[in-house]
C-alpha cells in the first residue's frame, strides 16, 4: 500500500484537477473495484452523478472525495465521501477521453470539462467506497469518513500532537517499529519509511519503547516527518509502473533511500553491509553498525 508522501502526490494532483468540477457519468467495469461498497456497483454510479467534488482530502495512507449536491458552490463542505484504497497498484488518472484505455480501467468518471478521471488497478486489491463524513474519534473540528474516523492523525496534519504519541509510546511495551506503523496512533508511516526513519535516528526497529527515552522517541517522529517531506518533495517513492501520479509520472526517491531494498550494499553513514530481517511477513532493512539490535530480539 503506497504511504503517505505517494498517497499526497495524488491527492495534490486531484486537488488540482478535478476539485470543483461536477460529475456527469460513472462507468463501472470490474465489480472487484467496488466491492467494499456493499449497495452495489449501480447505487455508487447512481449517488455519484451529477455531485461536485469539493475536496481531496488525505490522513495519513487514506484518500477521499468529498461530494456534494451539484446545485452548491464549489466550496460548500462534502454530504458524503467517496474512499478510494488504492491497495497495491490502483491509480488515479485524470486524462482525455480520447487517450487509449489502459488494459486495468475499472472505472471511469466522466467530468463537466470534458475529461475523464480514471481508476486503473492491475492487480485489483483497492477500489471505491462511498461513506458518511463524521467527525474524528480524537474530537476534532474537521470530518473523516466514518470507516476511517479510528486512524490518528499523521505528522503533516496541523492538528497531530507530538507529545502526545511520545506518552502514548511510552505507556506501551512494543517493538518500535510496531509502534511506528500502528495507524490508530500516528498515521501515515508504512515499511518503507519506517525503516528509513529508524536508519536516521540510529535506532533498531526491535527495541522496546518503553525503554527508549521521550527526547529519543520525538527525535523518531521528527525523522519520520522528515524523510516523508524529502520523499514528497520528489514524487513518493516508485519501485515500479505501478504507483504514478495523476499525469502517470512515477516519483524517484526510491534513488535517495538509505536502507530500505539495499540488502548487502554499504550503509550511507558507516560502510557496514546494510541487513534485512524477516519482520511481520515482510523485510527490515537496518544497519547492523548504527543500529544495534538489542540483546535477546
Known sequence: MPE???VEVVRRGLDAHVVGHVVESVAIGHPRAVRRHLAGATDLADALTGTRIVAARRRGKYLWLDVADAATSADAPGDMAVVVHLGMSG?????DPETPDPKHLHIRVGLDDGRELRFVDQRTFGGWFLDELVAPADGG???VPASIAHIARDPFDPAFDRRQVVTTW?????EIKRALLDQTVVSGVGNIYADESLWRSRIHGARMTDALGPRVLGRLLDAAREVMEQALAQGGTSFDALYVNVNGASGYFDRSLDAYGRE????????TPIRREQFMNRSSFSCPRCQIRPRGA
Open 170 to 174: 511510552r505507556g506501551k511495551h512494543t
Open 4 to 6: 503517505l508522501p505517494e
Open 264 to 271: 548487502g550494499q554499504p550503509c550511507p553513514r558507516c560502510g
Open 141 to 143: 473540528t474537521d470530518t
Open 91 to 95: 491509480q488515479m488518472l485524470v486524462t
